[in-house]
């Protein structure tokens, strides 16, 4: 029996289900550095008539060769090659696969959806992610609702739909099409090393005050209170100011954002939360870490060089190679802004995320929805927790698996936020033009080189104008 505070697998994996649906319709994230669906706008898509043939629903061609393009981030990639790509080939076994891994999604891409020599599977995240939007719009997305509605691989009598988190079908869409599958479940906040604080005897900070108290405490010792990677991930940066800003004036600032809701870039809430983290910035950064990537800086926190990294719980695999056994990944919520935030303390980011999309346009649309099927068996979902040590949208698949220290903090953190789930940021996968400048400012604005109001003024023009565009397909979210 595990001691009362413990928490056992089963109900970490209860949580997680729970949760991700408790955050609301198209609550997803860009786990892993991916970019989310959703949406109300109508977008064309190519829609594939399910075969008769239980065991192939979707009629693949067993001879048909199939392309997969893997984003090789914080998942790396051997779970697609040495497990989902195997598991198609076994059902398949006259089918070549080709296997494509790389950190530039939209530059390899983007030139073969022009030509229209596309992979038949694509993993689309990391910084340089595509416009999902853009591709729905143009018709290179194939309709997931035959996938959902097909029967599982594991029990022929229950739909794909029926073995997942509900989350997954709500973040499916794009307009009213099911047109993005988001594989993982994941959680962003503040990490930290918690071996560190129990022999230091530092507490975790509640307040905005003990927050930066304790960068006090830090800087004596040499160590920074916080940092991001400048050059390869600032958008962290973003993430966690936009996650700031929904702490102190709720979850209706992101959706007013997304939205794009006259002046939202403008409220209070987000001028307060960019102007404290450019204040913890100037206090108790180092503007070197603008010049590191996300690996680089992720070594530094391993190092105990600082002490909270904004990222997501993908993050003990990432660095699981560099991880030295004194460290502990585990979670701290953002601390209290304001007397009145509100959220109150606990708040994390909980959604699902990493996004597979089929190209329509491709040579083997069929074996893509296919190869879906396969990730999302039980099989296929445990694999891939047992390598990434992440867990998927499949309800169950990791039972009975050892999770890592991060994972179990996570759970614990999701346990304490309760209903107070902070939203995701969609207009990152709506509007990617207003997502980049977004992060390019970040840069700027933690630099010190424009103002928090300078920051929200810049935005709130581009925001402006793509409201006005009216060749750009806008997106409606209730919650």
């Not at 479940?185 to 005897?201: I, M, P, T």
């Not at 694999?383 to 220290?405: S, Y």
Request: aromatic share 8%; charged share 20%; with cysteine.
């Amino acid at each position: 029996m595990p001691n009362p505070g413990e928490i056992t697998r089963r109900q970490l994996l209860r949580r997680i289900g729970i949760t991700a649906l408790a955050a609301g319709p198209g609550a997803g994230l860009l786990s892993a550095c991916a970019t989310a669906g959703g949406g109300s706008s109508a977008a064309p898509a190519t829609s594939l008539a399910a075969s008769a043939d239980g065991k192939n629903p979707f009629g693949v061609d067993p001879a048909k060769p199939l392309e997969v393009t893997i984003f090789s981030g914080g998942y790396g990639d051997a779970y697609a090659k040495n497990l989902h790509e195997k598991a198609y080939k076994r059902a398949f076994p006259g089918a070549t696969v080709k296997h494509n891994a790389t950190q530039q999604i939209s530059t390899q891409l983007r030139p073969r959806f022009v030509s229209g020599d596309v992979p038949d599977v694509v993993n689309n995240s990391g910084p340089e992610s595509m416009d999902l939007v853009a591709l729905a719009g143009q018709g290179h997305l194939a309709d997931l609702s035959v996938l959902f509605d097909a029967p599982s691989l594991d029990d022929p009598a229950r739909k794909v739909r029926d073995t997942l988190t509900p989350a997954v079908i709500t973040n499916a869409k794009i307009g009213d099409k099911d047109l993005v599958l988001n594989y993982t479940v994941s959680h962003r906040a503040l990490w930290y090393n918690a071996r560190l604080f129990a022999d230091k005897g530092w507490a975790l900070p509640k307040t905005w005050a003990e927050f930066t108290a304790l960068g006090e405490t830090a800087k004596q010792e040499g160590i920074l209170l916080f940092a991001y990677p400048g050059q390869k991930g600032p958008y962290y940066q973003l993430w966690n100011i936009l996650y700031t800003a929904a702490k102190i004036g709720g979850n209706q600032v992101i959706i007013d954002i997304d939205n794009l809701v006259d002046g939202a870039w403008l409220a209070a809430p987000m001028k307060q939360a960019v102007a404290a983290w450019v204040d913890v910035q100037s206090k108790y950064g180092d503007k070197s870490y603008f010049g590191l990537d996300h690996t680089q800086t992720q070594v530094k926190h391993l190092q105990n060089r600082l002490l909270f990294y904004p990222v997501g719980s993908w993050i003990e695999n990432e660095m699981a190679k560099d991880k030295p056994d004194d460290f502990e990944y585990a979670i701290a919520p953002i601390p209290d802004v304001t007397a009145t935030d509100k959220m109150p303390y606990g708040a994390i980011q909980v959604g699902v995320g990493e996004n597979f999309v089929v190209a329509a346009k491709g040579e083997n649309p069929q074996g893509g929805l296919e190869y879906l099927r396969i990730m999302l068996s039980q099989e296929g979902a445990r694999g891939f927790t047992e390598q990434t040590k992440n867990l998927t949208v499949v309800n169950g698949a990791a039972e009975g698996i050892d999770l890592p220290a991060a994972l179990k903090s996570a759970a614990k953190a999701q346990d304490a936020a309760g209903q107070n789930i902070i939203t995701d940021a969609r207009f990152e996968g709506w509007y990617k033009e207003l997502f980049d400048q977004a992060t390019e400012q970040v840069n700027r604005v933690m630099a010190g080189r424009i103002t928090p109001e300078e920051f929200c003024a810049n935005l709130q023009k581009r925001a402006d104008e793509i409201k006005k565009d009216s060749s750009v397909s806008k997106q409606i979210r209730s919650q």
